[in-house]
């Protein structure tokens, strides 16, 4: 059993992941509620989203990435919604209101989180305020379309019409360097070209023409 400790007053562990990290919720020195998380060893408080000495915050869950989810006090707040479920990731809170659609309603709450990022929490859907238990999922953005450009070289063939010859390659120049013979061509009509498709993902490559009988 190990003791987390507290930010200053009575403290309470919610969640656990499956890296040991835990989120809750902790009085501080004045006494008032704020969400930890705990890490390393060390418990980080996570603030609020409102300005106020005596606004709260708790941690309910927390995912494999360090995603926490849970609920705080809001500077907007209101007799309906008093409070706003927030997510902190990256050392940031952000409530999660800011994420939906206003005529969505309001996320009151968030009770936890899993892997894929998929948020179990409450709100009020309705003019009513009445709470209602919520799937929240991310959604991804779409893929930007690409466009891959493959570079081959095309070589231009000068000889005589009637003539054939041997097209040769090498890779490097060097003394020592043996020529590969690539196709056999004969001039149909000057200019003629030839396109290496065999040169994909080379980085150099060199041609002659050697005249044939």
Do not use: K
């Amino acid at each position: 059993m190990q003791d987390l400790g507290t930010l200053g007053g009575l403290s309470y562990a919610n969640a656990i992941n499956a890296n040991g990290q835990v989120v809750g919720e902790s009085q501080n020195s004045n006494g008032v509620t704020h969400a930890f998380l705990y890490s390393n060893s060390i418990m980080l408080d996570l603030g609020t989203l409102a300005p106020w000495w005596d606004s709260t915050s708790e941690a309910n869950g927390i995912n494999d990435s360090g995603q926490v989810v849970g609920v705080t006090s809001v500077t907007n707040s209101d007799s309906l919604h008093p409070n706003h479920a927030f997510l902190y990731v990256n050392g940031m809170m952000q409530d999660l209101n800011t994420f939906i659609s206003p005529v969505s309603g309001s996320l009151a709450d968030a009770r936890s989180i899993n892997n894929l990022g998929q948020i179990a929490a409450s709100g009020g859907v309705n003019a009513g305020g009445n709470q209602d238990a919520l799937l929240l999922s991310p959604v991804q953005p779409p893929t930007p379309p690409t466009l891959a450009i493959t570079m081959m070289p095309t070589i231009t063939i000068m000889g005589g019409v009637g003539n054939t010859y041997q097209l040769q390659y090498a890779n490097t120049l060097s003394t020592s360097n043996a020529w590969i013979n690539l196709a056999v061509i004969t001039v149909t009509n000057a200019p003629q070209f030839y396109c290496d498709l065999s040169s994909v993902g080379q980085s150099a490559r060199f041609y002659r023409l050697v005249q044939r009988p």
